[in-house]
């Protein structure tokens, strides 16, 4: 099995040997533009025959990327009568607080949405038939104007799909490629605004996301490879690579959300069933917040402004602290970092490519973290010192009147600064004690700051996986298969009808059962939940009210009105601590999850073996706070399960380095994670 993570700096790859339970890792630098060329190498560098792997899955950054650079596909939108600026106008709101005008362009030109005459009411009733002349001569006028990819989107299609699916037949049978989009077929979910932009993004996604995953199967099918070819979704399931192309607005957060799996599982297992996640990659510092083993899920995320997509996604905060982020300081004399990064090429100053403005990495460089003569990912063969202290004296020290190595602590200060900053958000703003937590760092750059975020945010401890640097990696492959579904019932549960809800269940479990059966995969065990957004009259927003629904053998037993209204009032007082006197509660969205179980690997298997090796292999001076410190140099892989290492003292291996700061110490336990925390006598 093979998990490959394509990152903005290097791609990761993950391979597990079913046959003896061995794992093997690597790490390559990100191809741009195209990145299944890294994809192609990295694999290679494990699996020299590609008709040995049964099952591939990916992580992929192709429709993130696409949508934070505005380099999806010229689309057209042909929509309701009256609703052509819907995707324009939001919420009425702004990118930024002061000031009444923004700078916001949709996705969608304004000359390529086209108005068609239909109307569906709110109930379902068709006020008027759509006007498929009208639907065939947009679609035509669309396509002749350049546009490769469309989305139909009207009115309360929610409600009542007819209308939109008579146009999306019409427009199917004359458009000249398979990208159209429906949004009864992608969000069938009350709200205008949001079912359009996540449909017309969906569309903007299709060519760019469908295009790379075809060149990249050809690829692995031209290889040999004949086995399952799948994607890991935003919200931590795997999808078939037919329905990624599909919809893949649901691959938006699919590389960070393959870390949040991986950390559940090890973390869990390791008996740290709470845990805040921090990976930091070469461009971004991706934090998410687990408790009682559970990651976190949103109904919907804004990939950027104005552009909303309400498909669950786990909760991910993302800021631009990653190890190529740019060191810079402003007019005013402050330092900053980021969000602009150098990537994989030309990367940090250090990497000697051609960049000149130092970044964070140049900055841990610099001060003895990381082995010059050893770097990451297998590109270079040594990291050039003295080109990263200049960089860092003109861009940092100089206008801030600091010698290099204190321009370089200020650097990490003020990343590590932010970092715990995004910690703070989804813990201790949310209602989390950080000291109930324990901080998982992964990524390239995450275990050289664990025990920063240790002392920054007040969190007992940090567990370190054992190969950090490519966990996203393996979070793809030890992903369950899900399915999402959703549909607007918009019902008061005094006169809900619960035939038709069961009936809605019943669809969503056969579909979601559909798709785990035509999968070329084994599953220990497959389930079904159900969650209902609901209200009291009046109120806007809603709250996830978990349902308790027997499915046996593949048939739902149709809950009570009396079930509802309990769990209504179950999850109701755990989040606001009371009920409404005489409140009316209303129904406003099912929401159900088909998620087939695959079976997951030993972690132990992970760990080393024998009695290992407990003495450094070297020592150098790396600084810390205000002076040099000489300091242990470890292979980390070859430390035996029970080790304790004291710092200061750097744990080296090919994905990442360790860092154990003064005062702290790293134990490795039966997984081969290395736990950090305060020495005994400080704290």
């Not at 923004?102 to 068609?116: K, Q």
């Not at 079930?563 to 005489?582: E, H, S, W």
């Not at 892989?637 to 080790?643: A, W």
């Amino acid at each position: 099995m093979v998990g490959v993570d394509v990152g903005g700096t290097f791609t990761d790859v993950f391979v597990l040997n079913e046959a003896d339970g061995k794992a093997e890792v690597a790490k390559v630098p990100t191809t741009r533009p195209d990145q299944s060329g890294g994809f192609l190498d990295g694999v290679s560098k494990q699996v020299s025959d590609l008709s040995q792997i049964s099952v591939v899955v990916h992580g992929t950054t192709a429709g993130t990327n696409a949508l934070l650079e505005r380099k999806g596909a010229k689309i057209g939108v042909i929509t309701t009568q009256g609703l052509r600026d819907v995707l324009e106008m939001r919420r009425r709101d702004r990118p930024r607080t002061w000031g009444l005008r923004g700078d916001f362009e949709p996705i969608a030109d304004r000359r390529y949405r086209m108005e068609v005459p239909e109307r569906t009411l709110a109930d379902g009733s068709i006020r008027t038939p759509v006007d498929l002349n009208a639907v065939r001569t947009a679609a035509n006028s669309l396509a002749d104007q350049g546009c490769v990819a469309i989305a139909i989107l009207f009115a309360n299609a929610y409600a009542n799909p007819q209308n939109e699916a008579l146009a999306v037949g019409a427009v199917r049978d004359i458009w000249p490629n398979e990208h159209v989009s429906c949004s009864s077929e992608i969000l069938p979910e009350i709200r205008e605004f949001e079912r359009f932009s996540t449909t017309a993004l969906n569309a903007y996604l299709q060519p760019e996301v469908s295009g790379y995953l075809d060149r990249l199967e050809t690829a692995l099918k031209g290889g040999g490879f004949g086995g399952e070819f799948m994607i890991v979704q935003s919200n931590g399931g795997v999808m078939a690579v037919d329905t990624a192309c599909k919809t893949p607005v649901r691959t938006a957060l699919s590389g960070p959300a393959a870390g949040v799996i991986a950390a559940s599982y090890i973390t869990s297992s390791a008996g740290f069933p709470d845990v805040v996640t921090g990976d930091m990659g070469g461009t971004s510092f991706d934090v998410s917040l687990i408790a009682g083993g559970q990651s976190m899920l949103s109904p919907q995320t804004s990939i950027d402004f104005g552009m909303v997509v309400r498909t669950p996604m786990i909760e991910i905060t993302t800021i631009g602290a990653g190890g190529g982020s740019i060191a810079w300081v402003d007019k005013g004399g402050l330092l900053n970092i980021g969000p602009e990064s150098a990537g994989s090429d030309p990367g940090p100053v250090a990497y000697g490519l051609g960049n000149t403005r130092p970044t964070v990495t140049d900055a841990n460089v610099v001060l003895g973290r990381i082995d010059p003569d050893n770097p990451i990912g297998g590109k270079l063969t040594r990291l050039d010192v003295a080109a990263a202290e200049m960089a860092i004296d003109m861009h940092v020290g100089h206008p801030l009147n600091l010698d290099t190595h204190h321009a370089a602590e200020a650097i990490l200060r003020v990343a590590n600064s932010r970092m715990a900053g995004a910690i703070r958000l989804v813990s201790i703003e949310r209602g989390f004690d950080p000291k109930r937590f324990a901080f998982m760092p992964f990524g390239g750059g995450g275990a050289l700051h664990a025990g920063a975020m240790l002392a920054e945010v007040g969190i007992a401890r940090a567990i370190v996986p054992r190969y950090p640097g490519v966990t996203s990696a393996m979070g793809c492959v030890i992903a369950d298969m899900r399915q999402d579904f959703v549909q607007t019932i918009n019902s008061l549960v005094d006169t809900l009808d619960t035939q038709a809800l069961t009936s809605f269940m019943q669809s969503h479990v056969d579909d979601g059962m559909a798709v785990l059966d035509a999968a070329n995969t084994v599953f220990e065990a497959r389930t079904a939940r159900f969650e209902l957004d609901m209200a009291y009259i009046g109120q806007t927003h809603t709250v996830a009210v978990p349902l308790a629904v027997e499915v046996s053998a593949g048939t739902v037993t149709p809950p009570t009105k009396a079930q509802v209204k309990a769990a209504f009032d179950a999850a109701y007082t755990a989040t606001f601590g009371r009920l409404l006197k005489n409140g009316t509660r209303r129904i406003l969205n099912l929401r159900s999850a088909v998620t087939g179980t695959r079976p997951k690997f030993d972690l132990e298997t992970l760990a080393p073996t024998g009695a290992g090796v407990t003495t450094p292999k070297a020592t150098r001076p790396v600084h810390f706070g205000d002076t040099w410190h000489d300091t242990a140099i470890y292979d980390r892989l070859t430390l035996p399960v029970g080790c304790e290492i004291t710092g200061p003292a750097i744990l080296e291996q090919p994905d990442t380095t360790v860092l154990i700061e003064p005062g702290l110490t790293g134990r490795v336990d039966r997984f081969g994670n290395t736990i950090i925390a305060p020495s005994e006598g400080t704290a």
